[in-house]
């Protein structure tokens, strides 16, 4: 069985786009393979933050990824700073990642453009990844196009490290391979940009009914239907692809015909896409809550899925640290 890992930072609410982005994927990866699942905090700290902001943020994060199907008795599920070693190998890829793969990294590179003074957190980020990825040996990275890039980085470490101090010819650290998510890229409610908190054109995934109504009412449409009588493209219309994501293969084919036709509004199209979303979100809310109420077993859960991965990653750096004499 293979041994796949993930990681999600605890930016802000779990939105739709991550859900069927990625952690849909990962519920029904974790059927199929070895799975490590992390919230990845250290990560979020690149950025001004207030500690109890943080830790909620965090908090929240499981919850959510517990009630959208993530099952912490299948896979397994922790918080990154539970488990020190992922600083650790950080530390020790820094030493065998040369600069100039940092600095032409793209996220990087657009990231430190719009800030006025740029952190070695930000530059040394895809490394701290590449331990995350490394320390587990995962075999498999499931990740959106966005992150290919930082993927082949972490291959790039394990080739060099596994150079230096894989003495014994067989390579130490697998390199692990980009398993691209079957949705690939999700649009915001503008129809502009990838579907992102920092935006603000997301719909959170735990979001009350009437508050998700009320975000997909001016949602952007097909530009060319300037009048309800007016034919549209469904192809090029952002509802259309939300509606391929959680309504019924026949009312897809219901929605495509009337815009096509010009048979209903946009409103009709959204009033049909919220009912097919609420088909999904209403399940998830109502675990997220019953999750909520029981903090202790929520405590439990955390604290055994940290110790299955301490053991792993124990075991890695026992191996890394006697390879480079450290030890």
Sequence with gaps: MSRIFSGIQPSGELHVGNYLGAVRNWVALQQEQDCIFCVVNLHAITVPYAPDDLRRRTREMVVSLIAAGVDPEVCTLFVQSAVPEHTELNWIFNTVTPLGELE??????????????VMAGLLNYPVLQAADILLYRADGVPVGEDQVQH????????????????????????????????????????????????????????EPADSVWQKLRPAMTDPARVRKTDPGTPEICNIYQLHRAFSTPDEVET??????????GCIDCKKVLHESMERTLLPIRR???????????????????????????????????????IA
Excluded: H, Y
Aim: net charge positive.
């Design 151 to 206: 993927l082949e980085l972490s291959r790039e470490i394990a080739r060099r490290w596994n150079a230096r101090f894989a003495s014994d010819g067989e390579p130490f650290f697998p390199e692990p391979r980009a398993l691209l998510t079957p949705t690939r890229r999700i649009m915001g409610l503008d129809g502009q940009a990838k579907m992102s908190k920092s935006m603000g054109n997301t719909i959170g995934l735990l």
């Design 287 to 325: 675990r997220a809550e019953e999750i909520a109420a029981t903090p202790a077993r929520l405590d439990e859960m955390l604290a055994a899925g940290a110790e299955r991965a301490r053991t792993v990653a124990g075991a890695t750096m026992v191996e890394v640290r006697d390879r480079m004499g």
């Design 104 to 117: 032409r990294q793209t996220q990087f590179k657009e990231k430190a453009s719009r800030q006025e003074s």
């Design 255 to 264: 929605v495509a015909v009337n815009c096509r036709t010009a048979g209903w």
